[in-house]
Each structure stands twice: as structure tokens, then as C-alpha cells.
């Protein structure tokens, strides 16, 4: 099967729920490339972390979509319907300098790298000579832009309109490197491949980010509301202490480490500054917390703030997601049911100060992401006791030790 666009291209009914879902406009259609895990087709049945993203976040405003109504078109197609048709939407694009001025864009949705696939036959060295490689590029496709940047001759680029082609000029040796997203493409050669073992990563390019795509002249209002809704699945820890967004990254990826956090001692640093604070001014230093100020949140590195709970579970500040300040969250689990926040507070209260790993999404990568968090009781100066935290992602390749071991 060929790579191929989903186009939803539909009359949208709208419910009658307010401003919101009036803003949804009448003709809107929707396109979607099968590009799995983002989006794809399985027996029969669209699916993927986009596909399942704009179904929700639709389904807030307002719309009876679903995707049942979905129909299929080649990328190039997709593409170009988007660049020249008003109210219209394009999932999952690449969002790089050449694009910015075509789209309005809502997300990010997810990142992922750009690499270039090679049979397991070539040599490693040749892989470094990117200029010589006869290079294979699907059209329109965000490959093309990361291997010239790499420094690939754009002579030796031969355009295919899709996965199954790129797949069979590699495999029959008339190209000598696919450039591809990782995930799609791993997909593709799973598929299209008569023996995958044959064909693999070669040479990474760089992380690309996806967004969704809006036509230029699609309403502000409209893109606005969905960028909006977005935000809302992947911030939202109301009631369960997980997104949506973690639900629906989790049916399809699974967790990852991360290239870069911050270090372990930068973690602490912050925590115990944090308990001294409290142990001076606990209220003032809670609504500080509470309003992102820094050092209780890092200006540069969004990745390193600080949480407050007290030893009922109630969350009492986070620096970066007010939510669910107030709330008593015990009994809540990261997205593959550990509650970790109930076995931070038994913890600290048992020892003092530890660490919890658990799994979660990552602000600067997207994705889920093992995650660590150290944490330490203190006793507020209002005299109630209260429990401080702040995290790191585990880094890949990097032996982390045990736990118990850490701090």
C-alpha cells in the first residue's frame, strides 16, 4: 500500500454548544498523510496520536466528527489541497522556516528524528560521504530539506511519491539512503520490505517537530480555539493526574529517555533551597511557587521547577501548572498506573528525603519520558508539614544507579 493522505472532507454538524463550536467552519476539511505512528491506517481503521489528537480536540468544540468519515488521498495531493484551499487543515507537518509563512500552525503534537535509512550491507563510512550518496526523498516531504542541510547533493536526490517506493529503490540498490522520520520509517520498512533486517538507521539528521498545518486564511478565531483546546489535553491533570494527551501518546509510542535534563545535583539544589524557603515563609513562599516565579522555576530550562504537596496528598503549588493546586491527589497514577505521588509523600514521611521514578510527558520533547524526582519533608513555619519536589528525565545511555542510591 502506498503512502498515503487521509482527507476528512465533510460538512461539520455542529452541536449546540455555545461560541465555541460556532466557530467551526462549515466547509472545514481535514487532511492526514499515513505516517504511522502519527497517523495510519489499520485494517481499515485511521488511527495514530494526530488522528486521535484532532478527533478530541474536535469533538471539545463542538463537532460530531469522527473517523469513520475519513477518505484517503496521496501526500503531494493532500498538500497542495491544503496550500490553496481556505479552511483547511494538514496533519502531521514539519514546522521549518521555509513553512512558516504557508500555514498557521497549532501544536507542537510530538518530535521525532529525521535519519537516513541504509541496507545493513553499506559501508559505515560511505554514510559519512553524504555528498556522494544517491539519496532517496519522498515529495514534499521534510526529508529532502533535513539531508540537503546535511550536506547531501541535491542532484543525487531522486523524488518518490511514497514509502513503498523508497523502500523498493533501496532494497534494489538504486538508491543508497532513504532520509525519513525514524518512526514513519521504520514503519514503512516493516511493511514494504521483502526482509527489514536488511535496512536500518544510518545516519541521524536531526529532530523534526509536527504540528498541525492551517490554510492562511482559515479563521483566527478558529485556529485559535484549536490551538487552545490543545493545550488543554496536554496541560489538564484535573481529577486523574494524567493528560489526555499522555493517554493517547501511550496507546502508540512507547516511553523514552531523554538527550538532554538537568543534572541531579541541580535537582536537589532546587529542592532543598525550596525547603529552607518554606521553613522561613512557607505561605509566601508557596504563592511565589505558585505564581512561576524564579528560582522556583527556571527561566531558561522549563524542564527544572518545583511542586508542594502536604502529607495528605494535596497538591499545595506547582510552578508550572496551577490546575490542580488545592486538589488532594492520592490515589492518582502516571499513565501506566503507578501512584507515584502517594509513594513520594509515604517516602518522605517514612525517610525524610528520596527519590520516585515514574513515567511522564516531557515539556521541551514531547512524548513520555522516564522521570525522576527527588523530594524532602520540611517543616513550614506555619507549622504544617509539607513535602517538596522537582525532577529530571532519565538521559539515554547514562547509568542513572539505583534509586535508593541517588542523593
Known amino acids: 500500500m502506498s503512502r498515503c493522505l487521509v482527507l476528512i472532507a465533510i460538512l461539520l454538524l455542529l452541536s449546540p454548544m455555545g461560541s465555541i463550536g460556532a466557530l467551526i467552519p462549515d466547509d472545514l476539511q481535514i487532511i492526514t498523510e499515513e505516517y504511522a505512528p ?30 469513520d ?31 512558516e509563512s504557508q500555514f498557521l500552525w497549532v501544536g507542537p503534537v510530538i518530535a521525532s528524528r529525521e535519519v537516513l535509512f541504509t541496507r545493513t550491507d553499506t559501508n559505515r563510512s560511505d554514510v559519512t560521504d553524504i555528498a556522494s550518496l544517491r ?9 529532502k530539506k533535513y539531508v540537503i542541510d546535511a550536506g547531501a547533493d541535491e542532484q543525487n536526490i531522486i523524488e518518490v511519491p511514497s514509502a513503498k517506493d523508497a523502500v523498493r529503490l533501496i532494497e534494489n540498490g538504486s538508491a543508497d539512503a532513504w532520509a525519513y522520520n525514524e518512526l514513519a520509517g521504520q514503519h514503512g520498512i516493516d511493511r514494504y520490505a521483502g526482509d527489514p533486517t536488511r535496512l536500518s538507521v544510518g545516519k541521524d539528521l536531526g529532530i523534526s517537530t509536527y504540528y498541525f498545518a492551517f ?12 490551538n487552545t ?6 496541560r489538564d491533570r484535573t481529577n486523574t493526574g494524567i493528560t489526555e494527551y499522555e493517554r493517547i501518546v501511550a496507546r502508540y509510542l512507547s516511553v523514552q529517555c531523554a538527550t538532554t535534563s538537568p543534572g541531579r545535583d541541580r535537582v536537589m539544589d532546587l529542592v ?23 528560582p522556583y522555576r527556571d527561566p531558561v530550562d522549563s524542564e527544572l521547577y518545583v511542586f508542594v504537596f502536604d502529607t495528605k496528598v494535596n497538591l499545595m503549588a506547582n510552578a508550572v501548572n496551577t490546575a490542580n493546586t488545592g486538589k488532594n491527589l492520592a490515589g492518582t497514577t502516571d499513565v501506566f498506573g503507578y501512584p507515584f505521588r502517594d509513594e513520594m509523600i509515604e517516602g518522605a514521611v517514612q525517610n525524610g528525603t528520596g527519590w520516585v521514578s515514574y513515567v511522564y510527558s516531557n515539556p521541551n520533547s514531547l512524548g513520555l519520558y522516564q522521570k ?34 541517588q542523593g
Open 38 to 67: 502519527l497517523n495510519y491506517m489499520e485494517n481499515g481503521t485511521l488511527k495514530g496520536i494526530s488522528v486521535d489528537l484532532m478527533e478530541e480536540v474536535l469533538h471539545r468544540m463542538g463537532s460530531n466528527l469522527t473517523r
Open 69 to 99: 468519515s475519513f477518505q484517503v488521498l496521496p501526500w503531494n495531493e493532500g498538500y497542495a489541497r491544503v496550500s490553496t484551499t481556505p479552511d483547511s487543515i494538514l496533519f502531521s507537518t514539519d514546522r521549518f522556516p521555509e513553512r
Open 229 to 234: 483546546t490543545l493545550q488543554d489535553l496536554k
Open 215 to 226: 490554510h492562511p486564511k482559515t479563521s483566527p478565531e478558529f485556529v485559535n480555539a484549536v
Open 372 to 405: 525522576m524526582s527527588y523530594y524532602q519533608l520540611v517543616n513550614g513555619s506555619d507549622g504544617i508539614e509539607y513535602v517538596v519536589g522537582a525532577g529530571r528525565y532519565r538521559i539515554c545511555g547514562v547509568a542513572e544507579g539505583n534509586l535508593s542510591d
Open 272 to 294: 532543598n533551597l525550596t525547603a529552607a524557603a518554606i521553613a522561613t515563609d512557607a505561605q509566601g513562599t508557596i504563592a511565589s511557587i505558585h505564581a512561576g516565579e524564579s
Open 135 to 143: 539519496i532517496v526523498a519522498l515529495t514534499d516531504d521534510c526529508g
